[in-house]
């Protein structure tokens, strides 16, 4: 297609080319399953010259005057804003994002992009008291260096986003590696908008390698300092211990069995709607979407009943239609496994309240009722598949919620606000939401996991202190006493 001329390359030190890699990338469409575009991908020579070209463009940007950096952050705001349709469009197609969340994506990468372009005026000092006399202490706040950015598939410019901006605003250089199959609306569309914000040649690249191709070169690099992680929870187990070993920082966005609770005073209304939301917004197919509905019994078979019946009504098809909420699955492969876990839970026993449907990437609602033992409630489904729970008392649906383990988002549905907020700070989760559903997300609050949903936070002052590093300066203003016998040394060295 003629609009993705010139996106469909590497962007390396502000240039855009093909990459030396072997493999061609084809991109398609999650829903018509027609390709796209073709990519010639990165080899592991473009990924040491963008991280070589990053670091020397660092120098000078970390000297950029806070106006200036701040500047070119509200410039790509506005950019967004300005192309928020053909950014839609983009998502759609390349992500198979539906109307719905392509525009939910598009206010968050503005939401953070904003926020960050305050960034720059946050990277000064502060004076601290001394124990020592006259002794001056500054602590700096400094960026990093290079940082290596590792994006998904399923909010991939957004989830990008979130640390780009950052790293870009704190004075860092970046490179960016996408999802090869959201490679554009999850990176080089982001180096467009920033190259047309003006931002300077070698401060953001992107490479898109086949990761069969290089392997751990893009972690492995000796350059970058940080690196960030959006994806599976295996994959970021390994990215991890790399990091680990070659002591460089990593902030983990993993994996998520995020649990929705229906205690027995809830109102069912509420809960019905939030549950549908947090379920079936882009198929599931969201770290934080629901996976698990645990309902105290007393409401048990009220709940579930109105839940299948409303599932049954969601619009499902055509991502471009403004009314669809469900949209296709990002590929065959992920409709096999889905359907796989399905399987081994009706095998487990699980009774199947509402049995989906098939038609290429897009999978119609499943609901299933079984225990937390069951395959899909124990796995992450990534997709429009939720088990319902029926549990007997309060304490029951705390510690099934809690046995998993991940511990990324979670929600909770109570009739009074004293009650889900002593449940709430009792879950093993990052992010509880009372009276709503598991998917949110803010500029300004702390993102991120427990247990094996990951390490770190992105949001706020919470991403400004994950992209940046401190370093303390003090300056001994009169003459320091120490504890030397510095005389008696004197004489010896005469004797």
Known sequence: MSKYTGVNQQYIGGQWRKGTGKTEIDLTNPYTQESITKIQGAGTDDIDEAYKTAAEAQKNWAEVNAFERSRI?????????????????????????TYIKANVEVDFCISITRHASTFPFEMGGIMVPSVVPEKQNNIYRKPLGVVGVIGPFNFPMYLAMRSVAPAIATGNAVVLKPDTQTAISGGTVIAKIFEEAGVPEGILNVVIPELDEVGDAFVEHEIPRMISFTGSTNAGKHIGEICGRMIKKSVLELGGNNPFIVLDDANIDRAIEGALFGKYMHSGQICMAINRIIVQKDVADEFTKRYVEAAKKIKVGDPNDKETLIGPLINQGAVERILGEIDKAKEEGAEVL???SVDGNVMTPYVLKGTNDMSTAKNEMFGPVVTIIPVESEEEALRV???TEFGLSGSVHAGKYERGMKFAQRMETGMVHINDQSVNDEPLVAFGGEKNSGLGRFGGEWSLDEFTTFQWISVQEEKREYPLQYEQLEDEKKK
């Open 401 to 403: 919620a809690n046995d």
């Open 354 to 356: 509402l049995e989906g």
């Open 73 to 97: 952050l509200e410039k790509a705001v506005q950019i967004m804003e300005e192309r928020r349709e053909e950014i839609v469009q983009l998502l759609i197609e390349d992500a198979g994002s």
